[in-house]
């Protein structure tokens, strides 16, 4: 590049980490960004030297590196964080969150709720999150309002929700979506079904040919818990994976959630159909399901990122907190410390949780020509001095809290831990207020 480069943003001063297969932190570093996308990455003095035109961001004392990508959360789910805990999964669902939902969650309730979601996840360097719920439309309006990039679909389950009286309405919903949405810059639609024992044989294969007609990705929750594992076994005789294998229903377009309970078998089975798989460590380990074997999944060639869940399951949104517990927990299980080194948890954090959502040819890397999705973690204060190896402070030492800065497509969305894009008071007193209706008697 000659001098004079034209560039919007220049993102300057810190260590550079671009997630690029084999590359280096480059320490000093900057980003440049042009038309929402990255125009040039290099060491600052480098990049200084060809006198940029812009605004220069300044990221001095920083990691800087692609944003996080939550691959499974139910947004609107905020409101009810804390509503049911200390609970297994079934008894979570159909005691407590399923009535909980039939009752509170209209339109104006799960806008407020994504509103939460959406500030909570930004201030902890989420730039690409997912969604599978209710009233799917109202969800991407509060994303795109907000500048977050989204996977986005409409529920589908076996009986009525909130929204939609059943199957046909919710496959329509799902349909409306993607038309609807099906060339956006910041949202990808998707359809999304609960799960093998909630929805039918015929309503998962109309799913998956709704993916396949569309390109679009399928959300799935899959062998989350022993329970599930037998009542399929009981049921149509297989497990849960072989049960969607024999539907086809699996293949690269399937994101399947948790793989807690999954044989090596059906880990074959995810490698052959190229399904990718979104661990959620922390909802797991809270509604006591168990532990995914994510060391075997990724040594059989499975793409792993890693995904929050909803904030009812998990109590929160916070992907840094995930991937810190994830590299600690698998470590522990299988009492081998090399497991799942740093950097590949960093990597399951960003570039692994792009491709999990088919948008690895977007976002991911800060490679040349990509969209400019990255943040600025601070590092800086006692718990960040000092540090020697950036994949290692951001696994085992780095807070949501540092996160500084939050670009979404060359936006910068988050400058000094401020949301640039919502009005966080707001939202956080609709929620408090909403939360005198919902708390329970």
């Known amino acids: 590049m000659s001098r004079g480069a034209n560039w919007d943003i220049l993102v300057l001063g810190g260590t550079v980490l671009t997630m690029e297969p084999g590359s280096s932190p480059i320490r000093s570093g900057a980003v440049a960004i042009a038309d929402g996308r990255i125009a040039a990455v290099g060491p600052a003095e480098e990049l200084l030297e060809m006198a940029p035109s812009g605004e220069v961001l300044n990221a001095g004392n920083c990691l ?28 979570w669902l159909e005691s407590h969150i399923w009535p909980a939902e039939k009752e509170h ?7 407020v709720g994504t509103e939460l979601a959406v500030a909570e996840q930004l201030l902890g360097g989420v730039t690409t999150t997912t969604d599978m719920y209710f009233f799917g439309d109202e969800v991407c309006e509060v994303l795109v309002g907000a500048g977050m990039r989204g996977v986005v679909a409409e529920s589908l389950i076996g009986f009525a929700t909130p929204r939609c009286a059943g199957p046909d309405e919710m496959l ?31 309503d998962l294969v109309r799913e998956a040919e709704l993916a396949e007609e569309y390109g679009v990705p399928m959300q799935i929750h899959l062998a989350e818990t022993r329970w599930e594992v037998e009542k399929l076994l009981a049921d149509k005789g297989m497990s849960p ?23 090596p078998e059906d880990i074959g089975l995810l490698a052959e159909f190229e399904t990718r798989v979104s661990h959620n460590p922390v909802s797991n380990l809270k509604l006591a399901s168990g532990v995914s074997p994510v060391p075997a999944l990724v040594q059989a060639g499975v793409t792993v990122g890693l995904g ?30 090399t497991v799942l080194p740093a950097r590949a948890m960093v990597e399951m954090a960003t570039s692994r949780g792009a491709r999990v959502l ?29 540090m020697y190896d950036p994949f290692s402070h951001l696994v085992f030492a780095a807070r949501a809290t540092d996160v500084r800065h939050v670009m979404i497509g ?28 919902i708390r329970p008697s």
């Open 241 to 263: 994976v072989a049960y969607l294998a024999d539907l086809g229903v699996l293949s690269d377009r399937t994101v399947a959630a948790h793989c807690v309970h999954v044989s």
């Open 358 to 386: 088919g948008l690895d040819s977007r976002i991911g890397t800060l490679s040349e020509g990509l969209e400019a999705d990255l943040i600025c973690v601070a590092v800086e204060g006692p718990h960040a001095a000092p």
């Open 172 to 202: 329509e919903r799902q349909r409306e979506l993607i038309e609807a949405y099906r060339d956006h810059h910041l949202i990808t639609p998707s359809v999304a079904a609960h799960a093998p024992y909630s929805v039918s044989a015929a």
């Open 308 to 337: 929050t869940d909803g904030a009812a399951s998990n109590n929160g949104l916070n992907l840094l907190r995930d991937m810190q517990l994830a590299a600690l927990l698998h470590k522990g299980v299988a009492c081998d410390p």
């Open 64 to 91: 800087i590196l692609p944003g996080l990508v939550n691959t499974h959360s139910h947004l609107a789910m905020t409101v009810l964080r804390g509503i049911a805990d200390d609970l297994p999964l079934k008894q």
């Open 410 to 437: 060359g936006r910068v969305v988050v400058r000094n831990r401020v949301i640039l894009t919502l009005d966080r008071e707001r939202v956080e007193s609709q929620v408090r207020a909403l939360s005198e209706k």
């Open 105 to 111: 969650m209209s339109r104006e309730v799960v806008r």
